[in-house]
């Protein structure tokens, strides 16, 4: 019987010392902290408090300089004997302005916002919730700091200082979005990310070229979706949240799950959503031009104007939309982390609106003009390594594969020739990046990039009443793109007041 019980107190005595785990909590409502940074550059080590409030600072042990931080709150720096004597339970006290802000969309590296010479804003998790917003765009415009686009439902072009489309870079999780057919005019492939499944998103404005190259002149738009969350106990960790949402404006009906599930090693978690939006109906107080009087439809094998029984619809507008994602994640030790994502989403065909209201001798210019399904499919391989010694402190690798599908179909008023006009995008890319801290006042961020683009594009003019299909004119060539690079960024802190930084990048296009 002793030797029993000495077994379970070397087991007990041995997970302590194996495992430490600090609880963090807001001072005045006592609610647990969830994503508060803890950081230490002797040893290097860094920790993120989970939806329990909780993180494990294994590897802080013997830190002098403990620094825990998190937008919202005034900053606290302790070492670890003085966790210690708190009993590792922390209270953080809440703050109205916090220059501490952490931010990655200018180096790729989790840095204080202080020490970046750009603007950067973020939206965070708790301002997704508070604006609720329909679609991605939606999100952007009501952050206030980027103008939108819309030329009807199932539209939305962010424009950044005067500049738009392929000049201004998308990223998912790190992976970019911008592909060889991104042109000058408004593109709507923002919608395509989910809202909903969106943890955090960091805007950089101005240049952000050294770093991503010069389809971000204009600035970066960074998108980080949910994160699987590994469990800091022997339990499993588990969570889930469900939204259902209805909005008279447009008929919108809304739906969405998302589920984690993790262990110590491996975690888990999905997300789906669905919307379904009705015709828009605009507000009663607006310009009489602005009434949709009436609209088109095809009746009899004629194209006819009908009168529209209600002016302040704007028929027809509707469209649907489903995104689906699932990450894997696994962490075999405090070094190590990989997480591989799929992310899927679709729409059903939705009208260009503006483009149906154009009148000809005072009858529509068109009977049809409609965007196909707009697909998007994003398969990504995400590993990161820390406190490797020589040539650098952090290496993240990238790896993902896309697939992009978008549409155009449009018929004059009481003509027979539908024109559809289709292009698949088979996109690839991989990144290799690196930081590297000296003495603490320098450090420096370098990588490689490699990204190549498939593209198919084809087009077709169908005579309606005979159903005869002939090849028409696609859009684009048919081509491959590809982008080669390499890029240095070397910064410097002076003090705690001047941060200089200096950049080089190196780019080699080929194009077929």
Not at 98 to 104: A, C, D, F, T
Not at 189 to 199: A, C, E, K, M, R
Not at 405 to 410: A, G, H, L, V, Y
């Amino acid at each position: 019987m002793k030797k029993i019980i000495l077994l379970w107190l070397f087991i007990g005595v041995w997970s302590v010392g194996y495992s430490q785990m600090v609880t963090i909590k807001d001072k005045e409502s006592q609610q647990l902290l969830e994503r508060i940074i803890l950081s230490s550059e002797n040893p290097k080590a860094s920790a993120l408090t989970n939806t329990q409030g909780q993180a494990d600072i294994s590897t802080f042990k013997g830190s002098e300089r403990i620094e825990i931080r998190m937008m919202g709150y005034i900053s606290k720096i302790m070492n670890y004997d003085e966790l210690a004597n708190e009993n590792f339970l922390i209270y953080l006290t809440p703050s109205l302005i916090s220059l501490e802000q952490v931010v990655v969309s200018a180096t790729k590296w989790n840095q204080s916002q202080r020490e970046i010479p750009a603007k950067v804003a973020t939206i965070t998790s708790k301002e997704i919730e508070m604006q609720n917003p329909q679609t991605t765009a939606d999100l952007l415009g009501a952050s206030g700091e980027v103008f939108i686009q819309k030329s009807q439902q199932g539209g939305g072009s962010p424009m950044i200082r005067g500049f738009a489309a392929n000049r201004l870079l998308i990223t998912v999780d790190g992976i970019r979005m911008n592909t060889a057919i991104f042109r000058s005019g408004n593109l709507q492939n923002v919608i395509s990310i989910d809202p909903l499944s969106t943890q955090r998103t960091e805007i950089l404005f101005g240049p952000g070229s050294v770093i991503y190259g010069s389809d971000a002149i204009a600035g970066v738009m960074s998108f980080y979706t949910l994160t699987p969350q590994l469990s800091l106990t022997d339990m499993p960790f588990t969570k889930g949240n469900a939204l259902a949402r209805h909005s008279s404006a447009n008929n919108e009906f809304t739906s969405h799950v998302d589920l984690y599930i993790g262990w110590k090693k491996w975690a888990f978690v999905s997300s789906f959503s669905h919307n379904k939006f009705g015709d828009l109906r605009m507000g009663s107080d607006g310009p009489d031009e602005y009434l949709r009087l009436q609209y088109t439809q095809r009746i009899d094998s004629v194209d006819k104007i009908v009168t529209n029984d209600d002016p302040l619809m704007q028929r027809p507008t509707g469209y649907s939309q489903a995104n689906l994602m699932q990450k894997i994640r696994f962490k075999p030790n405090t070094n190590w982390d990989f997480t591989y994502g799929i992310h899927y989403s679709t729409t059903t065909d939705y009208s260009r609106y503006d483009r149906l209201l154009r009148l000809r001798n005072n009858v529509p210019r068109s009977a049809e003009w409609y965007y196909g399904p707009q697909k998007w499919m994003m398969n990504n391989l995400n590993l990161t390594h820390d406190a490797a010694p020589y040539i650098y402190n952090h290496l993240a690798a990238r790896l993902a594969y896309q697939f992009f599908e978008e549409s155009r179909i449009d018929r004059d008023f009481n003509k027979n020739e539908r024109r559809s006009r289709i292009e698949k995008i088979y996109a690839y890319s991989a990144n290799l990046d690196f930081s590297k801290s000296i003495l603490s006042k320098h450090t420096i961020f370098y990588g490689l990039e490699a990204v190549y683009n498939d593209v198919n594009s084809s087009g077709t003019d169908e005579d309606i009443s005979t159903r005869v299909i002939q090849r028409g004119p696609a859009r684009y060539p048919q081509s491959t793109w590809g982008s080669y690079a390499a890029y240095l960024t070397y910064q410097f802190k002076a003090m705690d007041e001047l941060v200089l930084q200096s950049g080089l990048r190196y780019n080699q296009f080929v194009l077929n």
